[in-house]
């Protein structure tokens, strides 16, 4: 294969230009895609060529027929799902990443990137005010960050039993029993279905989706003593933004002996910012913790967090040689000991590229932002005729009820229509919501009016 020597010149050339022009057009541009899966394919697809192409060529046809297709999750006015934007520093690394190319599994093979990966994970266990020596693992996103942290879990439950699960597999095995609130995220359920652990069996959440602690303890008691037992808890629900009331529910959990699990993949991060540092407190005490650096952190996707308090239940379950017996000191370890891959992109280096940008202040600024942002915005969309807020607004996610499930659909499609914002339908507790997560380190106060602008265009409409 021959391109000629200038090829990574023109075609970064062509790609830098793409990417600023896309970043410029996202402050105005209407927020969702113009053009659906089923119209692109035509243009994406068609026979492959017979012979190459000028890469440049490659870059300026990959914008032309993405253009009308790119949902615009960088805007300050994207709330769907829990999605962040991207910072700029994170933005830059990211694209440093792909231009090394460093697989970054082992520290004397790539030494840059796993050590930069390494003080990421020492500013993040000190920010989130979880165990100095956890280990941390890079993965693509919260849902394997779950996995990760559960297949230790997995490990150390079975092995207290004197079973090896990495040598004798699941078959035989005693059988694990799962607690989880009835409001976890379903990618925990994938999680676990991925690890043969089966359904969890769910455990009773008060109004704002919070597990509740005597329902655990019902369940925990019912439990035969000698069964392995995990607890998986929730920082943060995508539609309450509520956290278990971790403290009591991680002290009841390991007076049963449990391991106790926290998906905190937006919520963890409330530990960094001091007024929000309460709705953490005890989540110190768990075993393992999962969270997303793309989503409140905003560094590009895909970025994942898997941080497990006890080295040695995280590198006998994804260390290739099984079984460590590591005593005192287990040291850095390699990156490919701590996640389910071997060969990975250094995806923690635009961690390093965040958290070094926006210093511990920065990191407290951006959560506090987010959650101002959402409260404002609730207090808005509250003022609105016939607008409910149904949760309590504790941290980054609103709901909003428009009188009955049809008018909250009708609003929520009308909105979306508009182009001025992007927010979510979704159910919760038996009823249609609007949803809004506030989750863009862009988004600033004229972002928030101009959106309850939106919200009150659409629900003023009486059509429904
Ligand atoms: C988003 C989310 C997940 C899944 O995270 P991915 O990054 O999409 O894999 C899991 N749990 C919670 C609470 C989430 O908000």
């Known amino acids: 294969m021959s391109f000629q020597g200038d090829s990574y010149d023109r075609a970064l050339a062509r790609a830098a230009e793409h990417a600023r022009a896309w970043l410029d057009s996202v ?8 053009a659906t899966a089923a119209e692109l394919l035509a ?3 068609g026979p492959l060529p017979d012979g190459p192409t000028p890469p440049e060529d490659v870059v300026d046809l990959l914008a032309k027929l993405s253009a009308p297709g790119l949902m ?11 999605m962040g934007g991207t910072l700029p520093a994170a933005l830059a690394a990211d694209w440093l990443v792909s231009a090394w190319d460093q697989n970054t599994g082992m520290r004397y093979a790539t030494p840059a990137t796993a050590t930069a990966e390494e003080a990421a994970a020492g ?22 960050a779950n996995f990760t942290c559960l ?5 150390a439950v079975l092995s207290q039993l004197g079973w090896d699960v990495a040598r004798d597999g699941l078959a035989g095995a005693p059988k694990v029993r799962v607690l989880a609130g009835e409001e976890r995220h379903d990618t925990v359920d994938l999680a676990l279905r991925y690890l043969g652990l089966g359904s969890p069996a769910l455990v009773a959440a008060d109004e704002q989706g919070r597990i509740r602690v005597d329902a655990l303890t019902e369940s925990l008691n019912d439990v035969e003593s000698g069964t392995p037992v995990v607890v998986c808890l929730q920082a943060g629900n995508v539609h309450s933004g509520a956290f278990d009331p971790l403290e009591a529910a991680i002290e009841v959990a390991h007076q049963h002996g449990a391991w106790v699990h926290v998906d905190g993949a937006f919520g963890l991060w409330a530990a960094a910012a001091p007024s929000f540092a309460h709705l953490l407190a005890g989540a110190a005490g768990a075993d393992s913790w999962g969270t997303d650096a793309h989503k409140t952190l905003n560094v590009p996707y895909d970025c994942g967090i898997a941080i497990v308090a006890d080295p040695v239940a995280m590198r006998s379950t994804f260390g290739a040689h099984a079984s460590y017996l590591i005593s005192d000191d287990p040291g850095p370890g390699d990156p490919l000991e701590k996640v389910p ?5 250094a995806r923690g280096v635009p961690v390093w590229a965040a958290l070094r940008s926006l210093g511990r202040s920065g990191v407290a600024e951006l959560v506090e932002g987010l959650a101002g942002h959402a409260r404002a915005m609730a207090e808005g969309i509250a003022r609105i005729d016939g607008a409910r807020v149904v949760n309590d607004v504790v ?14 659909r009708a609003v929520t499609a009308r909105l979306i229509a508009d182009g001025t914002v992007w927010m979510s339908g979704s159910r919760w507790r038996d009823r249609d919501v609007l949803r809004i997560s506030v989750s863009n380190w862009s988004t600033d ?4 009016r101009r959106s309850v602008d939106a919200v009150r265009r659409a629900s003023a409409d009486s059509s429904v």
Do not use: K, N
Not at 72 to 82: D, E, H, L, Y
Not at 151 to 155: C, I, L, S
Not at 341 to 345: A, D, I, L, T
């Open 43 to 45: 243009g994406f697809s």
């Open 123 to 144: 500013w993040l266990l000190d920010l989130l005010g979880l165990p100095p020596g956890a280990d941390v693992g890079f993965v693509t996103g919260a849902t394997m």
């Open 72 to 82: 615009a999750i960088q805007s300050g006015r994207f709330f769907g799902w829990v």
């Open 395 to 408: 941290y980054t996610q609103v709901c909003v009820e428009f009188g009955d499930d049809a008018r909250t």
């Open 27 to 34: 402050a105005e541009r209407p927020v969702g895609p113009s």
């Open 341 to 345: 891959e071997f060969s990975r992109r």
């Open 445 to 448: 106060a004229d972002d928030v």
């Open 151 to 155: 297949g230790a879990a997995r490990t």
